[in-house]
């Protein structure tokens, strides 16, 4: 084997690291963005008052 066949060797299998990868990249980050998108923003809590009877007796 010559330098050049290593070389190529080395070309196809970084390729096919790279389509493998791609997919997930693509997959992952549409979930990751869905879930921002869609998450509730902070919950503002509200105090609930009962009214007061100030009637006086």
Known sequence: MTINDVSL???KVLVGV?????P???IFGGLWLGRKL???SPAKTSQIVQPQNNIAS
């Open 9 to 11: 060797i080395g070309k």
């Open 24 to 26: 997930f990249i693509i």
């Open 18 to 22: 790279i389509v493998t990868l791609i």
């Open 38 to 40: 869609l998450e509730k």
